[in-house]
């Protein structure tokens, strides 16, 4: 069979179109995480029932997707990220555990939670704290205290990582107005530490009693994610350092902490209250006569089908607005909502 040059010609355009599309959507997936339908891009789809739970916005410099998601359709965004060191298979499963929840029950206007994974795959897959290259991710972002003499922990310059440039682009794309960092930590019970900033803006954590609780005293690790985030963009930032003890973080505080004192509507954990269900009280017995009726105590609480339960008013940012005078201590420990108990 002969062919004309014309022939040729076309063979030649319909190769190069199709190179062109598969270059098209390479260059495609390296960009931020964007919903679909945006304007800016859609190359990583809205976190819901029909697709999968992460996604790939990027790749480590072992070829190594950066899983991303994303939940909300809120004009502020909460960015939260898995530990940035490799060997910290708590914070992987903690940040599984909360982007679960928060595709069953996405955050309320006017907030969209973004997620990253872990910014080093590479470091997770092998074990090791470092990036294949060798680089402490969290000594490699940049800073104005970044050291005058780099080695291969610091890399030889800033930013120098792909997975530190991924990093910082979705941050100034995004410009999140709170970014929640995971990491482990060696202590009886998890630490949330919180920047000025978020203390300037939104007030103290809200958090049980049993969390512990501290602020950044204006100083961070040079090249940390806390420093870039908090000093280069000065936006609130907070590190949940996780436990080795019993009191485990739980996914359901995770969420509390990244939308609360954001969100506008008057009951955002509405969804949240429901994958965390107070145990069943028995059907109510009949009323005492009046001169023998007293305040309910702990004590006199009724029993559940797990144990003696305390009946609490709901958490005042998520009650109907109320008065000056009925306003309530928002870090009185009975006003937050109990984790399910253990089946």
Request: net charge neutral.
């Amino acid at each position: 069979m002969r062919f004309s040059c014309f022939d040729c010609c076309a063979v030649l355009l319909l190769c190069g179109a199709v190179l062109g599309e598969t270059a098209q959507a390479q260059q495609s997936a390296r960009l931020p995480v964007r919903a679909a339908g945006d304007q800016n891009g859609a190359n990583v789809r809205l976190v819901n029932g029909q697709q999968p739970l992460w996604v790939a916005g990027e790749h480590s410099t072992g070829k190594r997707p950066i899983e991303v998601a994303r939940s909300g359709k809120g004009s502020q965004f909460v960015l939260v990220v898995g530990s940035v060191a490799g060997n910290d298979p708590e914070s992987i499963e903690l940040i599984d555990a909360t982007c679960q929840l928060a595709r069953m029950y996405p955050p309320p206007d006017p907030v969209t939670l973004l997620f990253v994974r872990t910014p080093n795959p590479d470091g997770l897959a092998e074990h090791v704290h470092t990036n294949q290259r060798g680089v402490e991710l969290d000594r490699n972002f940049p800073s104005r205290n970044f050291t005058s003499a780099p080695n291969r922990l610091t890399g030889p310059k800033p930013a120098s990582e792909v997975e530190t440039q991924y990093m910082v682009r979705v941050l100034q794309e995004f410009k999140p107005v709170r970014v929640i960092h995971l990491k482990s930590g060696v202590g009886d019970r998890p630490l949330v530490m919180i920047s000025d900033k978020w203390q300037a803006t939104t007030g103290a954590a809200m958090l049980p009693k049993d969390i512990s609780q501290d602020r950044y005293q204006g100083t961070f690790k040079a090249g940390s994610l806390e420093e870039y985030v908090s000093v280069e963009m000065e936006t609130a930032i907070g590190t949940v350092v996780l436990s080795k003890g019993s009191r485990q973080m739980q996914a359901a505080e995770i969420l509390r902490l990244a939308v609360g004192n954001i969100s506008k509507n008057p009951n955002p954990a509405d969804n949240l209250a429901k994958a965390n269900p107070p145990a069943k009280t028995p059907a109510a017995q009949p009323a005492a006569p009046a001169a023998a009726q007293r305040p309910m105590t702990p004590e006199a609480a009724p029993k559940g089908n797990q144990g003696e339960v305390e009946l609490l008013p709901p958490p005042p940012e998520f009650a109907p607005t109320s008065t000056p005078s009925q306003q309530v201590d928002r870090n009185d420990s009975r006003y937050f909502e109990l984790p399910p108990p253990p089946r």
